[in-house]
């Protein structure tokens, strides 16, 4: 058994790239960190890579992370500049035994000094979101924090390896320096190949709160199948959110078992994965939260995932 699950429907090219590799016994590493790369090159997802909105400063800083399993090696990245490939970057810190999590400047000479390709990653496009931003601020009060698509993937090989990785710009209109849950370990990703990994995307703030991708691992170590290890670990955290501060973030977590069961859970409306096994074609489902807490995924229509890229790749109007 293989199989690889991913957050939105974003990962879905870079699943479909990288699953021929799996399919002949590539390794759970390479095909994280190729997925994760497809989606970091596209210019069109506003969160990942190259075309990631940029800080309240205009500027785009970085976060992704590499966890693997197996071996437990785990590298990170926070607030990365001009680099095109922070998961890349990550792998290569997961490879030694100290100095795994790298911030700012750090990171960025540690990226230099290894030749990761060096990149101008804010776009004219995402300098029309900032501007537009801006306008929709002055007018309508809007929080800077609307909206998320942080990638977070999980992978299993043939020879049973797991790996988890993730990959974000954060938040739009962050303050220079924030970092969400996504290259925290624990709260972003987590994988232990003997149990199952968990990746989770939405309000980094409130997902670390719940440390909630560690918490699902440990659910289905108690034996609780993925899809149910998911929906337990989002219901409980926005429940206890909701009772002591009022509010629960978007919280939106994906998962899969070293046999290849997955899960996913969300407490908002439109949150969507892809997922692959050696039984099953890449395939992208939404996910729909229901009354008693479980959730309804729904087979992605051909006409759902092509209004997503065109909605994503229209041409922007500046705002005055
Ligand atoms: C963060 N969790 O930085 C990330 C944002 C996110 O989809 O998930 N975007 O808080």
């Known amino acids: 058994m293989w199989g690889m699950i991913a957050t939105w429907r974003m990962a879905l090219e870079g699943i479909q790239k990288v699953t021929p590799n799996l399919e002949v016994g590539g390794t759970a590493?390479?095909?994280?960190?190729?997925?994760?790369?497809?989606?970091?090159?596209?210019?069109?997802?506003?969160?990942?890579?190259?075309?990631?909105?940029?800080?309240?400063?205009?500027?785009?800083?970085?976060?992704?992370?590499?966890?693997?399993?197996?071996?437990?090696?785990?590298?990170?990245?926070?607030?990365?500049?001009?680099?095109?490939?922070?998961?890349?970057?990550?792998?290569?810190?997961?490879?030694?035994?100290?100095?795994?999590?790298?911030?700012?400047?750090?990171?960025?000479?540690?990226?230099?000094?290894?030749?990761?390709?060096?990149?101008?990653?804010?776009?004219?496009?995402?300098?029309?979101?900032?501007?537009?931003?801006?306008?929709d601020i002055e007018r309508e009060q809007l929080t800077p924090y609307a909206g998320h698509d942080t990638v977070g993937m999980v992978g299993l090989d043939a020879s049973g390896d797991m790996v988890a990785g993730t990959s974000t710009s954060g938040l739009f209109m962050k303050k220079p320096g924030r970092v969400g849950d996504s290259p925290f370990i624990g709260s972003g990703l987590y994988v232990d190949s003997t149990i199952g990994g968990a990746t989770a995307t939405g309000l980094g703030e409130d997902l670390m709160k719940g440390v909630i991708s560690y918490e699902i691992v440990r659910l289905m170590k108690e034996g609780l199948s993925p899809q149910k290890a998911c929906e337990k670990a989002v219901s409980d955290l926005a429940e206890r959110l909701k009772r002591t501060r009022g509010e629960a973030g978007d919280i939106s977590v994906v998962a899969m078992n070293a046999k290849g069961d997955f899960g996913a859970a969300s407490n908002i409306e439109n949150f969507s994965f892809v997922v692959v096994t050696s039984t099953l074609a890449p395939t992208v489902f939404r996910v729909h939260p229901q009354s008693d807490g479980t959730m309804r995924h729904e087979l992605a229509t051909k006409e759902w995932l092509e209004a997503y890229l065109e909605e994503r790749m229209k041409p922007l109007e500046v705002k005055e």
């Open 29 to 135: 590493g390479d095909a994280i960190e190729g997925a994760i790369k497809e989606v970091e090159d596209f210019p069109y997802f506003k969160s990942v890579g190259y075309g990631g909105l940029p800080n309240e400063e205009m500027e785009v800083e970085l976060d992704a992370a590499y966890l693997d399993g197996s071996t437990f090696d785990f590298g990170a990245v926070c607030a990365l500049k001009q680099f095109a490939n922070p998961i890349s970057v990550a792998r290569a810190l997961s490879a030694y035994k100290v100095n795994n999590v790298l911030v700012g400047d750090g990171a960025a000479a540690f990226a230099k000094a290894h030749h990761f390709e060096e990149k101008d990653m804010l776009t004219d496009r995402a300098k029309i979101h900032f501007h537009n931003r801006l306008k």
